[in-house]
């Protein structure tokens, strides 16, 4: 069983900086594209930042040069640094990989689609 874990949110005020992690757990050998999400309340949710398994990355215009992906792949974790924050940041984040290798030999099979429980970030004007 694939679970991703978020932590990393909470209460900041505009101009400040946070840095979000998502750790995968369950027997996972490796992990394709990883990314964070976000939805604000009576909006969509909406693609924040992703980067693939060889490290490329693509975001947002609205967070270009604010906020930076990374992964570890060691440790099956995806980071967000969000610099300068805004208001208009606020939203629960969630994380997502869209496919994970899982398990060794013949028990090995591919998981699709996994989200993290989300977790809340409020930036005070």
């Known amino acids: 069983q694939v679970q991703l874990v978020e932590s990393g949110g909470g209460l900041v005020q505009a101009g400040g900086s946070l840095r979000l992690s998502c750790a995968g757990s369950g027997s996972i050998i490796s992990i394709n594209a990883m990314g964070w999400y976000r939805q604000a309340p009576g909006k969509q949710r909406e693609l924040v930042a992703s980067?693939?398994?060889?490290?490329?990355?693509n975001y947002a215009d609205s967070v270009k040069g604010r906020f930076t992906i990374s992964r570890d792949n060691a440790k099956n974790t995806v980071y967000l640094r969000m610099n300068s924050l805004k208001p208009e940041d606020t939203a629960v984040y969630y994380c997502?990989?869209?496919?994970?290798?899982?398990?060794?030999?013949?028990?090995?099979?591919?998981?699709?689609?996994?989200w993290g429980q989300g977790t809340q970030v409020t930036v005070s004007s």
């Open positions: 980067i693939t398994s060889g490290g490329s990355t």
């Open positions: 997502n990989v869209d496919w994970v290798v899982v398990g060794i030999g013949p028990t090995q099979i591919y998981g699709y689609d996994y």
